[in-house]
């Protein structure tokens, strides 16, 4: 009883330890379609934006971000964010990672087995689930794109 108690208490050690580093994560507070340059900046520390597209690199992530362009489907002003991509420099365990993917589609791709697919289009985001040469499931990206709330609201009339 007292051995399973010490486990579950270094477990939990872990898992706190491990997610205060994720959820510091300033990626995670950039919203596509609501956020703009001036928030990316805020949220990332970053002195300026390039438009259409920023890259910001950090010790342990590259975060490039997607700002809207002249001609696309997005009736937002044209410094707001459309979409942004995570690429992890270290190993991000999946197990580390701070969500319940009770709602996400779980799908394998077929042209690269090694990958999965975790994605929820309620959320607009999408998680590439990796095994290459790791022990256990990492996340090699993610994905932020407009959520479905989000697309119906700032979808251009046709």
């Known amino acids: 009883m007292k051995k399973s108690i010490f486990y579950i208490g270094i477990v939990l050690m872990i898992a706190i330890f491990s997610s205060r580093e994720v959820s510091a994560q300033g990626w995670k507070e950039i919203v596509p379609l609501v956020s703009t340059c001036e928030d990316v900046k805020r949220i990332l520390a970053v002195k300026e934006c390039e438009f259409p597209t920023s890259e910001y690199e950090f010790p342990k992530y590259t975060t490039t971000v997607y700002f809207k362009r002249d001609r696309d489907e997005w009736n937002v002003s044209k410094d707001t964010v459309i979409r942004a991509l995570v690429i992890f420099k270290d190993v991000l365990r999946l197990r580390d990672y701070e969500t319940d993917f009770k709602d ?14 975790y994605k929820n289009d309620r959320k607009g985001i999408s998680l590439s689930v990796q095994m290459y040469n790791q022990p256990e499931p990492y996340i090699g990206d993610i994905f932020l794109y407009p959520s479905e709330g989000n697309a119906k609201k700032f979808k251009c009339k046709p």
Do not use: F, N
């Open 104 to 117: 996400y589609v779980i799908k394998r791709e077929d042209d690269v087995p090694e990958i999965t697919i």
